[in-house]
């Protein structure tokens, strides 16, 4: 009899209900609402700042083709038009065989003769071409030269040279001719002279 009453107690028992696994978190669409950042109030990469333009390179500066400071003998005069009368240039006044010097760095674009007359042409920044006449070359073509290196010797027979010979240097941009002694480095130098007081 206690056995039976042992079984009987032991089946009325409901078996333990297992625990119950743990449900991944739902994010409530309410909740979702109210940290969501409104569309008027979005973060955005800061705007890009447009590149300044850089200054405009400033004219080439260049120095005089002959050593020391030459005197000119005829100043430049700019032609009305392209085939227009005027002199495109200066003359200056040389020595035969006196060394003629890249006014300023730059690669020879021709060393040879023109109309029996030795010349040299120079290509700088700028877009700017010195010209050397007459001139024995002492530089070839695509030479690259730099301020002050000599590119040949002044030769003689100038036409309306007043001196024993004459170095005509000339300048231009494109089509454009330029007075050279526009473009020379110019150095400015200030003396003081001591103050006596009264």
């Given at each position: 009899m206690p056995v039976l009453k042992l079984l009987l107690i032991a089946l009325s028992v409901s078996p333990a209900t297992p625990p119950a696994s743990?449900?991944?978190?739902?994010?409530?669409?309410?909740?979702?609402?109210?940290?969501?950042?409104?569309?008027?109030?979005?973060?955005?990469?800061?705007?890009t700042t447009p590149a300044r333009s850089s200054p405009a390179d400033p004219e080439?500066?260049?120095a005089w083709p002959l050593s020391p400071v030459p005197a000119v003998t005829r100043a430049f005069e700019a032609p009305a038009d392209t085939y227009g009368p005027g002199h495109r240039g200066v003359d200056l006044v040389a020595a035969p065989g006196q060394q003629v010097l890249?006014?300023?760095?730059?690669?020879?674009?021709?060393?040879g003769e023109v109309?029996?007359?030795?010349?040299?042409?120079?290509?700088?920044?700028?877009?700017?071409?010195?010209t050397y006449e007459p001139i024995t070359p002492a530089v070839a073509t695509g030479t690259q030269v730099y301020r002050g290196q000599v590119i040949g010797t002044v030769?003689?027979?100038?036409?309306?040279?007043?001196?024993?010979?004459?170095?005509?240097?000339g300048v231009r941009r494109g089509e454009e001719y330029?007075?050279?002694?526009?473009?020379?480095?110019?150095?400015i130098m200030i003396g003081l002279k001591p103050w006596e007081g009264p």
């Open positions: 743990p449900q991944p978190a739902v994010e409530s669409p309410t909740w979702a609402a109210a940290v969501s950042v409104p569309r008027s109030e979005t973060i955005s990469a800061p705007p080439p500066r260049f890249a006014a300023g760095p730059g690669v020879v674009v021709f060393a109309a029996g007359a030795g010349v040299v042409s120079i290509d700088h920044d700028g877009a700017l071409r010195t030769a003689a027979g100038h036409a309306g040279c007043p001196a024993a010979a004459c170095l005509h240097w330029l007075d050279p002694v526009g473009l020379i480095e110019v150095h």
